[in-house]
């Protein structure tokens, strides 16, 4: 089956990002196709490129990367959402005037559009809420 | 109940669960409801719990300075999204009447939603 993934939650403050990313491995380990996964809402934290979480617990951000590197999963973000919550990729920042990025591929910015062809496109659209 | 059904068709559901204050859920999945039209979706709102309460009249922009949903809740006519459905036992819990909210609305039952469910391609819940 082709999966999607909708992702609400903030890293490390909800259980959500963690559950979705035991749920995503789960879903290529059994053979199914994980088509992307949209960040939206305060789940667009999980793309924050400067995260550096103890060494001790689950490196979210990085679990996404390989996701996309090991099994192509895409990996979109609101760009309202992250926008407003200071998370700009270069571009952004640029055409913003601020002086870092926050956000760098694999995660790319992109609009609802994309989130509502993904929920169509696939045979699941799982959300992973706060 | 049939009637209903028959409205009931449509590409996207939103299910609307929060409130106008306290997060910004509600504001979200409007977002998503008002893009997928944009792009030619048909798409029903759903209303339940305390996301009722988007729907009573005068939800303006709060001392924090939000936004406010009424502005947003007012453009749906213009992008075809007609189809506003209320949970009715949420309504009763919360103490409102149809009467009470700013947009013409369905009251379903239970057995309404789960019928919603099933006859909407994709369900997204905020």
Redesign the interface.
């Known amino acids: 089956m082709r999966y999607g993934i909708?992702l609400?939650g903030a890293p490390y403050s909800r259980q959500a990002s963690h559950s979705a990313l035991r749920f995503a491995r789960a879903l290529v380990a059994k053979g199914h196709i994980l088509d992307s996964v949209f960040f939206?809402?305060d789940g667009v934290y999980n793309a924050a490129r400067l995260a550096a979480p103890p060494q001790d617990e689950p490196h979210l951000m990085d679990g996404w990367k390989a996701l996309h590197d090991e099994h192509g999963v895409k990996l979109d973000v609101c760009i309202?959402?992250a926008l407003r919550r200071g998370l700009l990729n270069e571009t952004e920042a640029s055409r913003h005037g601020k002086e870092g990025h926050s956000i760098e591929a694999p995660f790319a910015l992109t609009?609802?559009?994309q989130?509502?062809d993904l929920?169509?496109r696939c045979d699941r659209?799982i959300?992973f809420?706060p | 109940m049939n009637d209903t059904q028959t409205d009931l068709q449509g590409d996207l559901l939103v299910i609307l669960r929060h409130g106008p204050h306290g997060s910004s859920l509600l504001r979200e999945g409007l977002d998503m409801a008002l893009v997928a039209a944009a792009f030619g979706r048909r798409v029903s709102l759903l209303f339940m719990g305390t996301g009722c309460t988007a729907l009573v009249s005068g939800q303006g922009q709060g001392p924090l300075g939000q936004k406010g949903t009424q502005a947003t809740l007012n453009m749906l006519e213009m992008y075809d999204i007609e189809t506003l459905l209320v949970e009715s036992e949420a309504m009763h819990a919360l103490g409102l009447e149809a009467c009470d909210l700013s947009l013409p609305v369905i009251e379903v039952s239970p057995a309404q939603i789960q019928a919603a469910m099933t006859t909407h391609r994709l369900v997204a819940t905020f």
């Open positions: 909708l609400l939206y809402h309202a959402a609009g609802l559009g989130l509502v929920g169509l659209l959300t809420a």
